[in-house]
Nanobody
Framework: VQLQASGGGLVQAGGSLRLSCVVS????????MGWFRQAPGKEREFVGG????????NSADSVKGRFTISRDTAKNTVYLQMSALKPEDTATYYC??????????????????WGQGTKVTVSS
């Protein structure tokens, strides 16, 4: 299974970006999906998750109301729509896929596959 993340870049504070993560090599609908981020010098942190049928989403408190996760089964793609970006959102963003169902999305070690990361830089 391969995950290919894209959509990162440089944006001014208050702006928006949409990250995409295309999944290949297996049936997309078999996986819960999550987004994580890691800023320089910091640990990887959970951003949000969505279950395999796209019904449930779960987001970190720091991004609630600003970030939205969605998935498109026809395109084998999960999205992270980011709005009202802040300099503290600067990080490399990673998508991840989890095969075993679960109620929480926050634990990185529960994910089986990871994308390569896409860098987001928010200038003040």
């Amino acid at each position: 299974v391969q995950l290919q993340a894209s959509g990162g870049g440089l944006v001014q504070a208050g702006g928006s970006l949409r990250l995409s993560c295309v999944v290949s090599g297996d049936t997309f609908s078999r996986y819960d999906m999550g987004w994580f981020r890691q800023a320089p010098g910091k640990e990887r942190e959970f951003v949000g998750g969505i279950n395999r049928v796209g019904v449930t989403t779960n987001s970190a408190d720091s991004v609630k109301g600003r970030f939205t996760i969605s998935r498109d089964t026809a395109k084998n793609t999960v999205y992270l729509q980011m709005s009202a970006l802040k300099p503290e959102d600067t990080a490399t963003y990673y998508c991840a896929g989890r095969f075993r169902p679960g109620s929480k999305y926050t634990l990185a070690n529960e994910y089986d596959y990871w994308g390569q990361g896409t860098k987001v830089t928010v200038s003040s």
